[in-house]
């Protein structure tokens, strides 16, 4: 039982269930983490990055992880902020379709003219797709996109599993697992990187920049942890991913790992640094942007400036004791 | 042959708390009419349910020509309180729908409709709807769908109770000239003693729950030999002394039985 | 009454809260654009919907679509729930076989089916309409079962003391008896096909008032969430008025006009 | 219309309908026809649920999903009945109000429950406004409309006899319209208790760290139908429940009120 | 003072299109007792809703007192036929809301309803709701509920009419007893000849639809001169000469209404 300790802050963090880049707030949480920086965190989930988004604009919660596409929406809609990456999931957002017809397809892509595929629109798993047709040589109109949330995705490629599908971890492994579905092409394959991202609400980051760095640091430190320690942070994603009600197997978990880089303090602020011009990160995001204004999401992408800022990242950096704290498990520092 | 038998017959309503009858015995002789008066609830509706067949007696027997009562049917044709008309058939649908019911080709169903139409008054009105009539027209609608089957037997619970009391008379008047030119056996419930001393042969008086039968009056004699078929107006009759004499007597008679009530 | 006067307050009235909703919404309004849309974003929004299109789809596909959606499900829901409403009706074994398992089927959101709905039926039409069905058929069930045990009792002694045969009496005294009930059920009926349809065009919809709304919701599109909705509610309107005429002039024996939903 | 059944009779017909219901279920689950993954068998289904009673899944037992669902119906609902109730009671006494109210109301009823999801967001996040707006925009049409329609249809004898008695118009509302309306309030508060707790799975999209639908979701995406199942059957369940509770009521006052 | 006066009462309903009444010019005295009869739907009902204010007339003026009647108030209390009780309050409830209104202190509204209880024999059933009373006890209620108010002028709609005809007459005899212990100013609707007759002072006839004054006939003086007063059972009274005479007139009056009327 979380005992209410004097002097402690109250923040409100938001994320996905059963998603992987949402783990260190989850190890925070049981190592008591938070309370060691003076935080009271307390959480809310939501099944996807829309509504997620839509209760920042209400106030419903402060700091949180989002998927790149909700990030740039809430930028474009009422400023939210991205404070940092939370992992690198070009990997895991994927075009997938029954094993045996992946050889064949991948030989000739053309072959999906006009065939369904099932996503969830306007997502990192759209965009991942989209990429990958474009890499193929096809237009996105050459498919019948079919928007159902992941969900419902599943259930269909269970009732018809030739169906191709864009869906992101861990549900990708849930269709290896019961579907025999394999990966056909994932954002990697394609060149486009789909970083998630640490969030923050725009009145709370200027309110409180404090406090904002103080999360970021206890991120950090969960990353580094569950780098120094793969079994025990293997146990806990389990542990993770079943209160989610995600019953994720070993292997699906490994892969977890396997597939999706984290960033230490270092590459975070070597990646959004705009020394040498627009970011890494910049550029990422902006892409996300531009992806996301011509399939009509939004009018126009906003600059990657005005809602990617470093400054939290730095903040910690420029605190002996919390860089201290942040990078304590780091190996590579 | 069309008589109407109570044979010692009780009824009970639900699981024998309520006895509504208790031992009733009367005959009806074919062509006769009889009116049954009494108090509220004694029991007349479910005399005239028995004979109809929606209702069966706890013990005893109801015969109607020579055979038990076994189902509802158009040779006992009923004229119910509320007029009971099919709101959406028209005026000769809900007549002939009997007529359909036997199968009785179209162009023989026509001409005895139109007839039928005809006795009650109401040509003109024989593509209106029900509510599209006056009470007491409705009223004639609904004795012309239980006329037109030429039932052995009609059965009426207070027919004309729903009336205001102009058309009543009216009715009352058409029901005597009906009686007469094409004579039926009836059984006539009816709250009203003018009502019952002027359209009856004989009136039978119950008493209260259980219903008994506590008298039967003979009218037609009285009629015949005081020859109030003279008059056409049920006004001059009711002026008649023979008539005031006769209701004061059932009025009496009831009123015994209602001093008893907790009314 | 006069019907004069009641549209005229219902036009002021709407009026007065475009009105509201401008200065709400306005430059120094109460609420931010970002809660609710103003209504120059909700015509832009209406705007690109109608030319552009919105969802791969222009707001006329959108809208036949969801029509013709709205139409099947309410079609089987009526041809499903009518006649078992009048078994239910006429026979109390019918009735005391089917009720426990009617009542147990019956609170289970239209939503709780989609899962079942797309393993069962996959994504085409059929799965809409069974989640559409699912929501739409129990007020045509409940309202037909009370419409036949409203009819008034000594019609249906009327009935058989006329001989009447069965199948005659279904026809021509029990659906007639029930008819106004079976059309209150049949308006709910529809009501509940329109609620229901953004659920149902969650089910990979490719156009449809509900796929928009989905769409928008998804996007935080607050102008074209409020057409969806505008137009759901026209439409909506619009076919229970339909309802309401077909009503009318099969009911031309019924006196008094029930007060109509 | 073939006359009343006598209890038992009806008892062991009910229990013949559930019986074939379920028979028909597990046979079909049985025969092979659909996969495992599609229509679990109601053994197994009962199964899934004696164990989600003790074990957590999505975050919690299948008890705790419940009671943080019913908390939050409750809220919607309560505030729908406190709401529609008395306003539909003024609608049914001033015609102006009635006027101004109906043109609106008309316009909303066709808009699905689920179709609020975004706004409610936006106006009430996800704590418990967004939820509890959401059920109750399922809740509020019937509250209000049977409570006006109650009032529309009183008997105008009464209106007239209080009116003649001198009654002035807060007694005339709660002491003549309130309980002639009542059959029909409860009837619409059991329509609303019905259409709120349907809402419910909509609500649970948005917040979806507890509740019966956010656990009926997250056992969707990991097609573990059974569990998807036990969902449909608590809801269905309890609706049953509710609804019983509310008839309970409903029984009780028709009681009361049974005119001679 | 509490006369009723109708001044060329005119009232249509529904933009003109139906006219019940016209020109109506009528005036009760203080005390009096007077019945209306007429055909169904010449407007009786209406005359009784302008006097108590639940309509207002078309043309004219109805005055209650000296004043114009604008809306309804205590001091003209209603009958209605069908008793209009309220279902969901008591005996006691039910007389007592009258006093309530005009803020009796609880003490002397018990003792006055009480009375009144006492006044219509019901003692014993204060706490019983209507549906658990009979019809007769029902309307006795209601007619309580009026008389408590102690109001200048009593409008009784067919206040017997949906009560069966035995305790009908109960109610009238009562009524009787009633109107002589404590007379008020009434306005009484009822389509029985033999009821206004019984009970009024006055009858007035009116003419079908539009309902306009065709004659009024004088009890009064008869019935005081007869002596009607000696006998209290309502039939004894029925089988006197002179009040079959006035009847009959009465009738005869009414049904040269009818023989015109589409029934
Ligand atoms: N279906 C029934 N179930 C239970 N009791 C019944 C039923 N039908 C009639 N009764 C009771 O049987 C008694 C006789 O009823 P019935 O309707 O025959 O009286 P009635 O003489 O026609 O009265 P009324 O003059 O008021 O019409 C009454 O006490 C009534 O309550
Ligand atoms: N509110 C109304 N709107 C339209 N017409 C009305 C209204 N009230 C009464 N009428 C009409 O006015 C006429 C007189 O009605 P009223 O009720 O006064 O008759 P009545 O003499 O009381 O009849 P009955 O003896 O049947 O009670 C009738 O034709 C009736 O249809
Ligand atoms: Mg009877
Ligand atoms: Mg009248």
Redesign the pocket.
């Given at each position: 039982a979380p005992a209410r300790a004097e002097g402690l802050t109250k923040i409100s963090i938001s994320y996905q269930p059963s998603l992987y880049w949402a783990l260190p707030f989850y190890i925070a949480a049981e190592k008591g983490w938070w309370k060691e920086v003076g935080l009271d965190a307390t959480f809310v989930t939501f099944p996807a990055g829309a509504p997620q988004v839509a209760a920042a604009q209400a106030g419903s919660w402060d700091v949180g992880g989002t998927g790149s596409v909700p990030a740039v929406l809430g930028a474009a809609r009422f400023g939210l902020v991205t404070v940092g990456i939370t992992n690198d999931e070009s990997k895991t957002n994927a075009l997938m379709t029954r094993a045996d017809k992946v050889a064949a397809l991948q030989k000739d892509p053309s072959a999906l003219k006009g065939q369904k595929l099932l996503l969830t629109t306007n997502s990192t798993a759209d965009y991942a797709a989209r990429n990958c047709l474009a890499k193929w040589g096809l237009k996105s109109s050459d498919m019948q996109f079919v928007n159902l949330g992941q969900a419902q995705i599943i259930s269909a490629a269970m009732a018809n599993n030739s169906d191709v599908v864009g869906v992101w971890a861990p549900y990708t492994y849930t269709l290896e697992e019961k579907a025999g579905a394999k990966v056909l092409c994932s954002g990697a394959d394609a060149g486009a990187i789909v970083p998630g991202a640490l969030v923050v609400r725009p009145a709370f980051a200027k309110e409180h920049p404090d406090l904002v760095a103080k999360v970021a640091a206890v991120y950090l430190r969960a990353w580094g942890w569950a780098k120094a320690h793969p079994k025990e942070a293997h146990a806990m994603t389990k542990a993770f991913y079943a209160v989610g009600g995600v019953e994720a197997s070993d292997s699906a978990i490994d892969q977890e790992f396997a597939l999706r880089p984290t960033f230490a303090l270092t590459e975070q602020l070597r990646l959004m640094d705009r020394a040498k011009g627009p970011s890494a990160l910049d550029g990422w995001l902006g892409r996300i942007g531009a992806f996301m204004a011509e399939v009509g999401t939004i009018p126009a992408a906003p600059e990657a400036k005005s809602y990617v800022d470093d400054s939290f990242m730095r903040m910690v950096a420029a605190d002996p004791k919390l860089k201290a704290f942040a990078t304590e498990f780091d190996t590579t520092n | 042959m069309s008589s109407i038998r109570f044979d010692a017959v009780s009824k009970s309503?639900?699981a024998g708390q309520?006895k509504?009858l208790d031992d009733v015995d009367l005959a009806i002789a074919d062509k006769e009419f009889l009116a049954i008066v009494?108090?509220?609830?004694?029991?007349?509706?479910?005399?005239l349910r028995l004979a109809a067949g929606f209702e069966f007696p706890t013990s005893g027997r109801v015969l109607v020509g020579n055979a038990e009562v076994r189902e509802p049917g158009p040779d006992r044709a009923v004229v119910f309180q509320q007029f009971a008309l099919f709101p959406w058939k028209t005026v000769v649908e809900n007549i002939e729908l009997g007529l359909r019911n036997r199968n009785m080709p179209r162009e023989e169903r026509r001409i005895r409709v139109m007839e039928a139409v005809e006795l009650i008054g109401l040509n003109g009105y024989e593509g209106a709807y029900p509510h599209q009539l006056s009470g007491g027209m409705q009223q004639r609608v609904a004795i012309a769908r239980a006329y037109v089957l030429d039932p052995q037997v009609l059965l009426m619970d207070?027919p004309f109770g729903a009336l205001d009391a102009q058309t009543r008379v009216v009715m009352q008047e058409e029901l005597v000239r009906l009686a007469r030119r094409n004579p039926r056996t009836v059984l006539f419930?009816t709250?009203g003693v003018e009502e019952a001393v002027y359209l009856a042969d004989r009136v039978a008086i119950?008493t209260r729950?259980p219903?008994r039968l506590k008298e039967i009056v003979d009218v037609k004699s009285i009629r015949e030999a005081e020859g109030w078929e003279r008059y056409s107006r049920i006004e001059d009759v009711m002026d008649l002394e023979s008539f005031v004499h006769l209701r004061t007597h059932i009025w009496r008679s009831l009123r015994e039985e209602k001093t008893g009530a907790a009314h | 009454m006069p019907l004069g006067r009641r549209s005229a307050i219902g036009v002021t009235t709407l009026g007065l809260l475009v009105l509201a909703w401008f200065l709400a919404t306005g430059a120094n309004g109460l609420i931010s654009p970002g809660r609710f849309p103003t209504p120059a974003d909700t015509w832009t929004a209406g705007l690109q919907a109608m030319v552009r299109g919105y969802g791969d789809a222009t707001l006329v596909v959108h809208v036949l679509q969801s029509l013709k959606l709205v139409a099947l499900g309410f079609v089987v829901s009526v041809a499903v729930g009518v006649p078992l409403g009048l078994l239910m009706g006429t026979s109390a074994t019918a009735e005391a076989v089917l009720n426990p398992v009617f009542m147990l089927l019956r609170p289970i959101p239209p939503l709780a089916w989609i899962p079942l709905a797309i393993l069962w039926f996959g994504l085409g039409d059929t799965a809409k309409i069974m989640v559409i069905f699912f929501a739409a058929f129990v007020p045509s069930v409940i309202n037909t079962q009370a419409g036949v045990r409203s009819i008034e009792r000594p019609l249906i002694e009327a009935a058989r003391m006329l001989g009447t045969p069965h199948g005659r009496f279904i026809r021509e005294v029990v659906v007639p008896g029930a008819a106004p009930m079976i059309f209150t059920g049949l308006r709910l009926s529809l009501q509940a096909s329109w609620t229901t349809l953004v659920a149902a065009e969650l089910v990979g919809a490719l156009a449809g008032l509900g796929h928009l709304l989905n769409l928008a919701q998804q996007d935080l599109y607050p102008g074209m969430i409020l057409v969806g909705m505008i137009c759901v509610a026209i439409f909506g309107a619009l076919t229970t008025a339909l309802l309401g005429l077909v009503e009318r002039r099969t009911l031309t024996w019924v006196r008094i006009k029930g007060d109509t939903e | 219309m073939t006359g009343a059944l006598d209890p038992a009779r009806r008892m062991v017909l009910g229990l013949a309908g559930l019986v074939g219901f379920f028979g028909l279920w597990a046979l079909v689950a049985a025969s092979g026809l659909v996969g495992n993954a599609f229509l679990p068998g109601p053994l197994e289904v009962a199964e899934r649920l004696v164990t989600l009673l003790h074990t957590s899944f999505a975050g919690g037992t299948l008890p705790q999903h419940l009671a943080s669902s019913l908390q939050r119906f409750s809220a919607g609902y309560l505030l729908a009945a406190a709401v529609g109730v008395p306003l539909g009671l003024l609608m049914g006494r001033f015609r102006l109000l009635d006027d101004i109210v109906s043109p609106l109301f008309d316009a909303l009823r066709f808009i699905a429950p689920i179709a609020w999801v975004p706004f409610a967001a936006l106006w009430f996040g996800t704590g418990f406004g967004g939820p509890v707006l959401i059920i109750f925009s399922g809740a509020f049409p019937p509250c209000l409309l049977n409570a006006y329609r109650g009032a529309r249809q009183v008997d105008p004898r009464y209106i007239e006899a209080a009116e003649m008695l001198g009654t002035p118009t807060h007694r005339l509302i709660l002491e003549v319209l309130l309980p002639a309306a009542t059959p029909s309030i409860v009837a619409g508060l059991r329509i609303g208790a019905g259409l709120g707790w349907q809402s419910l799975v909509g609500a649970e999209l948005i917040v979806a760290s507890t509740g019966v639908g956010y656990m009926m979701v997250q056992a969707q995406s990991g097609v573990a139908t059974a569990t998807v199942m036990v969902g449909m059957a608590a809801i269905g369940l309890v609706g049953v429940l509710i609804d019983i509770a509310l008839r309970a009521l409903e029984a009780r006052i028709h009681n009361r009120l049974e005119r001679a």
């Open positions: - | 309503f639900g309520v509504a009494g108090p509220s609830g004694c029991g007349k509706t479910t005399c207070e419930i709250h119950m729950r219903g | - | -």
